[in-house]
């Protein structure tokens, strides 16, 4: 093995670092602004040598980066509890349109996210995406410090939280061009579960931070402030250590030729009840605990209780690989109706018990409905390859063959719309739980619709997934 290293000046020439291989050479070339040519993951001995300590770099400060792009994006789901006790006064409706616009931003963001590593670099995305979110940060801390702020200017400012939303596309999209095959699964993982945890850790930490020293009136600010340096940590660190590959090509084909594709639909809405589902009642959880539990709605007499809806995003998060574990034994069908079949005992459990008013019992039936949805979560992302090479293997492609490559880029493109479309369950659990509660004065009504929408997605998922089917050439989804 030789290596070659010119001294790294701004205007040094390219340094080249050659591994030898028993079948070539990988040579990387080092240009100014960290980007690298030549990056070929799959080559054993240049991943062993040099490869895996620079994506696993790069994959670290991906995952905090995300890690606060999610604090963002669902900032107010607990910061809406909080305002009635800093004097701002919001109907129930205003308050979950706080709470799920956010949601509906970010989703869309997603989209144009995917392709922004390609065009601008993984590093460089990552500096700008970081970035964007102190906008959202520095105004929430504004707006929220004066109760006589209008609506529209609230509304405005969670919208704008929605760019937390968006990161989670590029970050995955970036993390993917890094790993070899064999490894794109676990750091993927990673990279997802990190990012999952924000909401969990905003949800936890925020309430802390306001009630410390005086009164919560005159610190929720900080609910925004809070997280500036972390952010500028963030952006930092992406300057510092991150790398663009020059490898990292946006595709627009495989992206198209995943949207023919019927089973991109299939997936994307059972995405929406998995994924979906996790992220819509986190982000609501605070507010239903509040509501549901009146003496615990102001952070004086129940912070302990609000501050427990951390636990819901926790163990969606957590529950999130080992669906993706016991989908590799068992079969990510299996295993995605099972987790259906826990989510809809989960909301009747919910509609059963919420005439006894107690919290804990509140508190374990939701538990259990987000294990379920952090397994599902795991297990419908592991189908979706699945089922684009079972697509393959039904039109006679072979693997190894050029059409097989075709097959897996449209599955890398399936990924990223499947994650896009599912993140608007982040919109409509909110808005559905809004609608029950304007029409009927409760929830009830939206926990009979979810367990009607549970059991239908569970059906969907055995009629096409479960039964073999020679669509999918008879293959165990």
Known sequence: MTTTVTPSTTDAPPRTTTTGAADGTVQLTRRPGRWIDGWDPEDSVFWKSEGRSIARRNLGWSIFAEFLGFIIWQLWSIVVVMLPSAGFQLSSSEAFWLISLPSLVGATLRFPYTFMVAIFGGRNWTIVSAGLLLIPAVLLGIVVSNPDTPFGVLLLVAALGGVGGGNFASSMANITYFFPQKEKGWALG???????????????AVPIVVTAGAAATMNISLAGWMWI??????????????????????????????????HLWLMALLYIGTFGSFIGFASVFPKLIADQFPDFSTLQVGQTAVSLAFLGALIGSLARPYGGKLADRFGGARVTVGAFAVMALGALGLIWTLPLQSFWVFLA?????????GMG??????????????????????PGTTEALGVQR????????????????????????????????????????????????????????????????????
Request: glycine share 12%.
């Open 229 to 262: 340096p972390f952010i500028l940590l963030a952006m930092w660190g992406a300057w510092r250590y991150m790398d663009n590959l020059s490898s990292a090509k946006a595709d627009f084909a495989g992206s198209a030729a995943a949207l023919r594709e019927p």
């Open 190 to 204: 990673l990279n997802a579960a990190g990012g999952n945890l924000g909401t969990s850790v905003a949800q936890f």
């Open 410 to 477: 449209k599955a890398a493109a399936a990924l990223g719309l499947i994650s896009a479309i599912g993140a608007y369950g982040g919109f409509l659990i909110p808005q559905v739980l809004n609608a029950s509660q304007l029409a009927t004065g409760g929830y009830t009504a939206a926990f009979i619709g979810f367990v009607a929408g549970y059991g239908a997605l569970l059906l969907l998922t055995v009629l096409v997934y479960v039964i073999p089917r020679a669509s999918l050439a008879k293959q165990r989804i």
């Open 377 to 398: 979560n795991g297990s419908t992302y592991r189908m979706i390859p699945s089922i684009f090479s079972a697509r393959g293997l039904a039109k006679g492609i072979e």
């Open 365 to 373: 039936c939701f538990l259990v409905l987000f294990a379920a949805t």
